[in-house]
């Protein structure tokens, strides 16, 4: 079957680097994402990685290993407006595409 | 250029009821994608759609649930005779094509089932 594992919570200090870690088990990869999700808001897209590597936006950055079925979200110079809930989303080929989510994870970052 | 459009934003539902969530994906995509989001968790996929087609409705509970994408006018996702339990956010996205890069998802809404 498919599935996602995130940390449930983390906190960080303002100014500080921050990485969150995904780890993933599924057959037919096609690709993962990351969304940032505010509190009673929508998901919105940060980052997509297909190839091994790291993909470097801004204060953000994705890395991916597909052979380790690994993933991280690395945060720089953080932000008190980076409190928030990051998801790890993997898309996989059953039958046509199919995009699942992880649980998501609770970033507190405190000054 | 508009983004996905839900609509309401929040829903009241007695039990027994039903409930009509609306979807209006961006100006020139044809996908659209319904997601439930208990409190506290993740997105939880329900179904894909293309115009007039449902393409992966393996997420959906197999009763009281349905879901539509006519050739005009937004996609509904329509709960029949409502519960407790259907008490969740449920976002819409959509993109234009099956392999876009991510997915622009709409406000939500949030049903209240009482």
């Known amino acids: 079957g498919q599935n996602i594992d995130q940390p449930t919570e983390m906190t960080a200090t303002e100014g500080a680097i921050v990485q969150i870690n995904c780890t993933y088990q599924?057959?037919?990869?096609?690709?993962l994402f990351w969304y940032q999700q505010h509190a009673g808001e929508a998901p919105t897209f940060l980052s997509y990685n297909v190839l091994d590597g790291l993909e470097e936006k801004g204060r953000f950055s994705s890395f991916l290993s597909r052979s380790k079925g690994y993933s991280y979200l690395l945060l720089k110079e953080l932000q008190m407006k980076d409190s928030a809930s990051y998801l790890c989303?993997?898309?996989?080929?059953?039958?046509?595409?199919?995009?699942?989510f992880g649980a998501g994870t609770r970033l507190f970052v405190k000054a | 250029n508009a983004g996905v459009m839900q609509n309401p934003r929040h829903l009241v539902r007695r039990r027994g009821q039903e409930a009509r969530l609306r979807c209006s994906p961006m100006k020139g995509h044809s996908h659209v994608y319904w997601y439930r989001q208990l409190p506290e968790e993740g997105l939880k996929f329900m179904v894909y759609l293309q115009k007039e087609n449902i393409i992966d409705e393996s997420g959906m509970p197999k009763e009281r649930f349905s879901a539509e994408f006519p050739k005009e006018g937004p996609s509904i996702l329509r709960i029949q005779q409502v519960v407790r339990g259907d008490s969740a956010a449920y976002f819409c996205?959509?993109?234009?094509?099956?392999?876009?890069?991510?997915?622009?998802f709409g406000s939500g809404t949030r049903l209240t089932v009482v």
């Open positions: 996205a959509s993109s234009f094509d099956k392999r876009d890069y991510g997915y622009t």
């Open positions: 599924t057959s037919g990869f096609n690709g």
């Open positions: 989303a993997v898309r996989f080929l059953s039958g046509g595409f199919k995009t699942i």
